[in-house]
DNA sequence: TATTCATGTGGGAACGGTCCCACATCAACG
DNA sequence: CGTTGATGTGGGACCGTTCCCACATGAATA
């Protein structure tokens, strides 16, 4: 049904290679030539195919990205779809299309899908086993990871650094004259939430807090209901305890929280402070609105499209490690004790 | 690098038909060569060539979705990426992939990007100009369209009963008593804004409620800031008018205009019932939690899919017009007068 | 015994481009 | 006047599949 360049060539009175040549620009062409074939090209509205380019020239111009998710939302995730945008949104300023799927179940499924669409790169968000890695690397296809396990050898991977920011958390909360902070850490298996809960932890002993192991509670996953389900089954412990601040390794489960607390009168930030960590877009939309590190989502889904670009063009990257620095919100759901 | 079915049938010591026979499982294979070829399959870990094949065969197994944003994010919109999230899954399970692309301008260049990728089948999300869709229907690629402009002509489009849903978000207010309505209303030229606003104020006044043109702003956009914005800017007016509730259509506006209302202490519902409209994921998290017409998004993005894969397989559609119908869901947001 | 048919395999064209190579023309130059 | 080089064009192999057609074999049937 569409046009090919052969039917063009023949309609120019040309050879196909001469048609070529003027779609590409490389070779010599003389502008009558030209002006006929890119005449013939507009009124039969011919689109080159990208499937018989791409066969020619090994190159597919598509992108795979790989997001690992239990539950199923890939795309509207207020964390990963942040940095998906971005990476979609460079990926088209350098000329790529992005495919994405969703692996369920840490297999190599999802990758072989990728690899068998002869995508130029992949992208690897959220966390992997090795034998994943391994796997892709047997193949020679570049590729990276965004807020991965960065325990993985050898692998070029973007990140923010947790552990500082869990420590910034720390330090700005006791900062605020808090002694007794309740945290509520995400899935530990999740090396995001295992490093902020770390540098959190750490820099709470370092201010002269004493470990109070009752503080810490973990929760099975990083959703809203699951951080106001920790706050409801922690509630007479937490009343009990005398907290005046509330830690979560992510947003939204500061958000749960936050929300089990205003329910059961708890004035946030005046008896009690709230902070989180990522600054997905209903933490400032939120009322009140709530204090949290800010992590990068946009410059880290940029960056790592941008680093796979020179991995496809073969230019050399230096660093393995492209971490990007979280920097502190202040919003109004911390205040001074 | 890969290996191609020729190196495969080499190894295996028979000719590439054979071997492709043995992948696609059609026409005659004795078990021995079969067996034989498998092995070789998984030793080396041959991919089929998913460019090649579609080169041949016609069919790239690639549907493209563009979607009509002025502002950027396109995936980690709380509406529209909850209907991609839909659309990618059902795709997954129909074998097919997604490629998403921003069209900012109605133009026709997305699309050509899309055509260019020989994309089976084109989703197109919100609203689009005539002369975009009718060079579409140009080519004779299937597509449809979601939530989009429904008054383009012979096109099949999957839409939410948005005029309904305006209707049952009037009774319910109604009903509770509510008599001074005040109605923020998103874009006017966006169908779905326009639709709901209407069958909001037919079934106000149906309820027997004055028309109050005072009570209806117009906002620019619908983010969440617009929201805030329109009730701070209409303050003075919605205090003066002993307004008992806020109608906005949708939730992203309407939560703008709840935290306002929470800031300068309006009690919500007590004072103010605040409605929304779509059911994004933050209306059931606030505090108030919303009360909303609920979309079903997913149902779309999947019914969208689904009716796109028939189009491509050639199989009659029976309606042009796919419709769900949106439902009340009663939240905290609202309370009787 | 000759014919038919099921079973099994290989050869090669086709899909729609790119790009190398061959070749033609003509101006400039030694 | 032959050589060189710039300019311009066409022929055809190739990318990795699918699938049609030809063909071979052996058992069953007329």
Chains 1, 2 share one sequence.
């Not at 052969?6 to 290679?17: C, D, L, N, P």
């Not at 929300?259 to 600054?279: A, Q, T």
């Amino acid at each position: 049904m569409d046009y090919t360049i052969k039917q063009i060539a023949q309609m120019a009175g040309v050879s196909k290679s001469t048609v070529s040549r003027v779609i590409s620009g490389n070779g010599y062409t003389s502008p009558e030539v030209r002006g006929k074939v890119l005449q013939i090209i507009e009124e039969l509205q011919y689109k080159p195919n990208a499937v018989a380019r791409a066969m020619v020239s090994q190159r597919t111009n598509n992108i795979g990205v790989i997001i690992y998710r239990r539950d199923y939302p890939i795309v509207s995730h207020p964390f990963y779809g942040k940095i998906l945008d971005a990476i979609i949104k460079t990926a088209a300023s350098l000329n790529y299309s992005i495919i994405v799927t969703t692996d369920y179940d840490l297999s190599v499924r999802a990758a072989d899908f990728m690899l068998e669409k002869r995508v130029d790169g992949l992208i690897l968000i959220s966390r992997f086993h090795q034998n994943v890695i391994d796997y892709i690397k047997h193949f020679n296809v570049p590729y990276l990871m965004v807020n991965g396990s960065t325990d993985v050898e050898g692998v070029i991977h973007v990140v923010n650094q947790d552990e500082a920011g869990g420590r910034q958390a720390a330090s700005y909360l006791c900062g605020l004259g808090h002694r007794r902070i309740f945290t509520i850490a995400g899935p530990q298996t999740h090396r995001s939430h295992y490093l902020r809960l770390k540098g959190f932890s750490e820099q709470r002993e370092a201010e002269g807090l004493h470990p109070d192991s009752q503080s810490i509670t973990y929760a099975d996953s990083s959703t809203f209901d699951e951080g106001y389900r920790m706050m409801q089954d922690n509630w007479p412990l937490f009343a009990a305890g005398q907290y005046t601040a509330v830690f979560a390794t992510n947003d939204t489960l500061a958000l749960g929280a936050m929300k089990f607390l205003i329910e059961h009168s708890v004035r946030v930030p005046d008896e009690v402070s709230v902070m989180g960590f990522d600054d997905v877009d209903h933490a400032s939309m939120y009322f009140p609105s709530l204090t949290t590190v800010a992590v990068e989502k946009e410059e880290m889904g940029k960056k790592a499209m941008i680093v796979l670009d020179k991995l496809i063009r073969q230019e050399p990257v230096m660093q393995q490690a492209i971490e990007f620095e979280p920097k502190l919100v202040l919003r109004k759901s911390t205040s001074s004790k």
